[in-house]
Structure formats: structure tokens, C-alpha cells
């Protein structure tokens, strides 16, 4: 399968995932990313027939509302943690850590349509746990071809890190990280799905990534 990244401001990525009746959409970029969205999907010639997010920090639903405008039929779809903050409802769940939220959480006004877990499809993807970065981000993993949608688990911006805290290459997304231990553990977690590819909230796409995502763990403990 090819990966389909979107990318706008050369640092926040959207991709479009091929599916059987149309096209996933795994996030939305910042306000006024849409119409290159729409754009890339025009190009590949098929609908996005719905869209997945990660998780809701502000460059990753960014533009959601107008593309649920644009695309009425299709769902939206994000784990039920993170809806919570798609709606600015910042309160913290009794058994998780009480580390302050950091990043924007901009919400929208689309509600989802539905809301996954772990262990739940979207299209072909699988659905993956991957909290710390926020309270509710996960990855997906398409086993077709083993790519892993690992969202801000990851950057590969200026080099391959986790986002356990910031990275002097990419500062930016660690210092949106909510809590760094849990951020660790899930990038541990991903690494264990040993990916053919990875394909990043921020960064170009890396194939064969095992070793980059090691060395990156062991900066980031
Ligand atoms: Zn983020």
C-alpha cells in the first residue's frame, strides 16, 4: 500500500488510508488544512468516507469541522478519552496520573459519530492504545503492510524520538506531552508491534524504523 501523507507547513501530517469503499482519513491537520485534504483525495479518486483522529490536540483536528461540512456522510471517529477533550472537557479520570494537560486542545464543534478503544477496527486499521502524549491517543497499525499510524508517539522531525519529553530536534511536540512516563511506556508498547513502517503526526515517513524507534526509546528513558 502506499502512504499517502499530507503535509502542511512542513511539520503537521494528515494521511489518507485506501480502503475497500473509499478512503480513511487519519487526522486533520491545523485550520485551513481541508482543502489540501480534499485535494489529495480528489487526486486518488475515492471518498473519505470517514475520519479517524489520534488524538485532539489542535493540529490534529484542526480543521475537522469544515471537513465534516465537506464530507456529511462520513464518520468521525476518535478513542472516548480523547473525545472529552475534543469537547474542552479537561477534567482527569480518579486512575490516571493528575498531570496538567499541555498542548492545545482547541475542540471543535463536530461531535463523533462513534468512539473506539483499544482493540477496536477502523477500516483495516487496528486500533492501538498509545496514551501519555494526551490521556486518549492511540496508533493505528494497518496490517496489510504493517504500517504503524503512530501519531505523536513518535516524531521524526529532526530526527526519530518519542515524545516523552521535548527533543532538541523537534522541542515543539515533547512540550505538549501530557504525562512522559506513560508516553514511554506506549512507545515501548509500539515498538513491540515491530512495524514495517512509520508514519508520524510530525516527520517524514521512516521505513524499517526498529532500530531509530530502539535508540530513540533509550534517549527518551
Ligand atoms: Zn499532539
Redesign the pocket.
Known sequence: MPVNRITQLSFVNAYLVEEDDGLTLVDTLLPRGHKRILAAAATLGAPIVRIALT?A?G??IGSLDKLAAALPGAEVLISGRDARLLRKDKTMDPGEPQSKLK?GYPGAETAPTATFTAGDRVGSLQVHAAPG??PG?VAFLDPRDGTLYC??SYSTLGGMAT?AKPYLGFPL?GS?TWHGPTALESARALRALDPARLAP?HGKVVEAPGAAMDRAIARGA
Open positions: 488524538h490536540h493540529d490534529h498542548g502524549h494526551t491517543q501519531a505523536d515524545t511536540v505538549a503526526g
